[in-house]
């Protein structure tokens, strides 16, 4: 289940647009994300907002959510993004982006929701075309 997890939070940030959740996969996601925006408050016109093309915004609802989903997929704790996780569960076809992910790092913030807003907005600025809220 944890490598599923892992590969949510990679399909949260890189995957292309075109490529369908299915099965236990779409399960997973709905679940964290359903979780995390109870978990947030966040408004999920937001994150609908982002997957249309918009850049992640400042929302301090928004930044808790991103750093709930990927602090539960095992991607990052006490206050630190692990890339390499990350990438060692991107698909075959989205490895192109690990040096993209890697010179992004984890972008420090304020607290641990800025942390992850900031280091998810650097994949986002690098991936625009393959990036999505789950």
Known sequence: MEGYLGLCIVLMCLTARTLALDGELAELAKMLRDNCV??????????????????????????????????????????????????????EELQNHADKLRACGTQKGADDCDTAFLTQSCWQKACKTNYILI
């Open 38 to 91: 109870e978990e947030t408050g966040v408004d999920t016109a937001l994150i609908d907002k982002v997957n249309a093309g918009a850049d992640l915004m400042g929302d301090a609802k928004l930044k808790c959510y991103i750093k709930c989903v990927m602090e539960t997929a095992g991607m990052m704790s006490e206050g630190a993004v692990d890339v390499e996780a990350v990438i060692a569960v991107l698909p």
